[in-house]
């Protein structure tokens, strides 16, 4: 099996249960590229990739360029901040630009929903959606399947709860398309108001009570809170929504023992999260970034043709 | 000269008319509907049409429809609009007058239809706003508009948000038996939406817009409508709700219309998926369920036309990121063939009632002498070839909107031939102008 028929990589949503366990399954000999002495693999050698950010990032846009580096291709990033954007340019045409320098992958991320799946369709290049306004990001999931199954051995049967700002998050989206895929009972928890509509239709189910949302999990994700969506009425105050959603030291024992915490960051502390549990021996939130190198060193290893037998172990 | 369309189905619902027989045109008027005698078809001065497998209707109507002109001629101008509208059937159409300047005074509303007899294709007939500069906060000199040839009012593109300044339109129009034309949109519901708010939503990550935002201001203008005794016309209707306020307001007597587009009855928020931003309009392509109960009302005959808000758009705005995107499908050159292929020949709806709906409908709402083939009466004509299929090229439109979800699609039954005043305007695929 490979990536060889699949150009693109928009979003989990449209792959299949396999594709995603070859992607996890070759992100384990990856990550061990990334302990060793010399990071660096010959793979991607004279291969192209550039990534494109018309949002803000941290970790997303590091994590690929490293992953990029370390299979030796070649990168570099736009600085849409900086660049022909700011005069103007549409996206069809910075893309269009971007193409005729010749890189192979374009990693993007837009704050428009569906802006890679148009982008992808105007341009040889392979697109990754690193992000896409409210629809996917479908590598942060991948990294979070691949920190879950790491920690407990399998996804299979797993109970995961999703807490905080559902409406507004790709990552909660990506989450629920890749963990269904594998058995596990999704919860989706946080204030009504920040709840998509007919979420349910997606085979999760939803509370509003975050004591009983993780009641019994075996996995808690929780989400980043913006505090524009307070201004749009959505809730009334920070303080509110900490008081009803802020996971605690505390809760952890409603969860089913050995419960693990994920946290895609940056991490609002004293809002979603206590600084306590930020830091607990049970939150994979620094194992998540490095996860995440590995994982996305996996899809670009195998977007470019790369098989998993390849890779030793 | 004479014109002897002869052999076709002649459909005129106004009449009662379905029937093969003959049409006979001279001057510009319909002059005898029937069998016409031999010797008449034969004479030297009379032009024969053989309309044998085609459908011969009055011209169709379009009161809902984006010129773009003045302003906006980069979209749309009057010229390829008329052309547009000639190619897609339409012998009179409505020009929405959102554009630049607003058509919110006589003169505006005279260049309209000034440059519309210019051209001389089609019928155009201009809509002036309900407010000046369609700003929502003071009645536009209606008096003034009507004198200059507007048959309705409209602020279509955004609704009129303030309840008091709604109730003094529908009150002041009534003095001159326009009726109002409302977009019922709450902005404040529909916000930022991109489509509509639903499952589907959920899955394509969009901002979506709530039946409600449409609802809620159909029945505030319904509940207008029964306070100022007004003619409220709903334009796009596309929920379920909707058409029930709509049905009830009609039993209560309410001076209620409304009017539904192509691609509300025939394609869904699924649609949306692709990303492509031709799916983009507003009201936005609602799901299953409103599709249905639209198909229902469409047959039943809550509703009163089909009208096509054709609203071209130039390819900068619909090429780009779907929030990006302006709303808004170029309609005049496929309504026809939707209709024809996703509603008549799949048994949806009756010929005589699509007909209808296209004609008499639209012409008893703006209260015109149009839209039946009457002897006596204007000779607008629309002849249809059921059973042509072609492919949906945009490529090929005579519109500058090249923005069509249905682009690629291939569809039964298409306008054949345009007759406006008498003339043919549109034949063999082309549109026919007047030798200036």
Redesign the interface.
């Known amino acids: 099996m490979s990536f060889e028929t699949r150009k693109d990589l928009l979003g989990l949503?449209d792959l299949s249960r396999e594709e995603i366990e070859l992607i996890l399954d070759t992100a384990v000999p990856m990550k061990d590229v990334i302990r060793r002495e010399i990071k660096k693999v010959p793979a991607l050698r004279g291969k192209g990739m550039i990534t494109v950010f018309y949002e803000n990032s941290t970790r997303t846009r590091t994590s690929f360029e490293l992953a990029g580096k370390y299979l030796s291709a070649d990168t570099s990033n736009l600085a849409v901040s900086t660049s022909s954007v700011q005069k103007g340019e549409?996206?069809?045409d910075t893309i269009k630009t971007i193409e005729m320098m010749g890189p192979d992958i374009l990693v993007m991320r837009?704050?428009?929903?569906?802006?890679p799946?148009?982008v992808a369709r105007n341009t040889k290049m392979r697109v990754i959606n690193a992000g896409?306004?409210?629809?996917?990001h479908p590598t942060q999931a991948l990294l979070d399947l691949f920190s879950i199954r790491e920690r407990k051995g399998t996804l299979e049967g797993l109970k995961v709860a999703i807490v905080g700002d559902i409406l507004h998050s790709?990552v909660a989206?990506s989450n629920i398309y890749g963990l269904s895929k594998f058995g596990c009972e999704v919860r989706v928890v946080g204030p009504s108001t920040l709840m998509?509509?007919?979420?349910e239709?997606?085979g999760v189910r939803q509370y509003f009570d975050l004591k009983e949302g993780i009641s019994g999990v075996d996995v808690i994700n929780v989400l980043r809170i913006q505090r524009e969506r307070q201004h749009?009425g959505l809730f009334p105050s920070l303080e509110e929504y900490a008081e009803l959603y802020m996971l605690r030291p505390n809760h952890l024992g409603l969860a089913n023992d050995g419960a693990i915490l994920l946290h895609p960051g940056p991490m609002n502390r004293g809002i979603e999260i206590s600084t306590e549990l930020a830091e607990g021996p049970n939150t994979l939130v620094n194992e998540q970034v490095t996860n995440g190198v590995a994982v996305r060193m996996a899809l670009l290893f195998l977007m470019m043709g790369g098989r998993r037998d390849e890779i030793a172990a | 000269m004479k014109l002897l369309l002869r052999g076709g189905r002649v459909v005129d619902p106004a009449s009662g008319i379905n029937t093969v027989t003959c049409v006979l045109v001279e001057e510009g008027k319909i002059v005898a509907l029937g069998e016409i005698p031999g010797e008449e078809g034969d004479a030297s001065d009379t032009k024969v049409i053989d309309c044998t497998g085609k459908i011969v209707c009055p011209g169709f109507i379009d009161l809902h429809a984006h010129l773009r002109e003045p302003g906006y001629e980069y979209k749309e101008d009057i010229l390829t609009g008329s052309r547009a509208a000639a190619a897609g059937g339409f012998t009179t159409i409505c020009a929405m007058p959102n554009t630049n300047p607003v058509v919110d005074n006589g003169a505006v509303a005279g260049y309209v239809a000034r440059r519309a007899r210019e051209v001389g294709i089609v019928n155009v007939l201009p809509i002036g706003s309900i407010t000046k500069g369609q700003a929502g906060e003071e009645l536009s000199e209606m008096a003034e508009l009507v004198q200059a040839g507007c048959v309705a009012v409209s602020d279509d593109g955004k609704p009129v948000m303030r309840s008091d300044i709604m109730r003094h339109a529908l009150d002041y129009a009534g003095m001159f038996d326009v009726p109002v034309l409302s977009h019922c949109e709450d902005i404040n519901l529909s916000a930022d939406g991109q489509m509509h708010e639903g499952f589907r939503s959920t899955v394509y990550g969009l901002q979506g817009i709530p039946a409600e935002a449409e609802e809620i201001m159909v029945s505030r203008d319904a509940m207008l409508a029964k306070l100022t005794g007004g003619r409220l016309h709903i334009c796009h209707v596309s929920t379920m709700g909707s058409l029930d306020i709509i049905r009830r307001a009609k039993a209560e007597g309410v001076r209620i219309t409304c009017e539904v587009t192509p691609h509300h009855l025939t394609l869904t928020d699924e649609a949306v998926g692709s990303y492509d931003a031709d799916t983009k309009v507003n009201p936005p392509l609602r799901s299953e369920g409103h599709v249905a109960a639209l198909r229902e009302a469409v047959v039943s005959g809550l509703v009163d036309c089909i009208a096509t808000d054709h609203a071209p758009h130039h390819i900068e705005s619909k090429d780009c990121e779907y929030g990006n995107a302006a709303f808004g499908i170029s309609g005049f050159e496929t309504a026809i063939a939707v209709i024809m292929d996703r509603l008549v020949h799949t048994g949806v709806l009756q010929l005589s009632k699509a007909v209808a709906l296209l004609t008499s409908g639209p012409a008893r709402i703006l209260g015109i002498e149009k839209g039946t083939l009457t002897p006596g009466r204007t000779a607008d004509i629309t002849i249809i070839d059921p059973d042509e299929v072609r492919t949906v090229d945009p490529g090929h439109f005579y519109s500058k909107g090249k923005n069509t979800p249905y682009k690629g699609m291939q569809l039964r039954g298409w306008p054949w031939m345009t007759i406006v005043g008498g003339r043919i305007v549109f034949k063999e695929g082309s549109v026919m102008e007047m030798k200036l």
């Open positions: 949503k549409s996206l069809k837009h704050s428009m929903s569906g802006a799946h148009y896409d306004g409210t629809n996917e790709r989206r998509p509509p007919e979420i239709r997606l749009v």
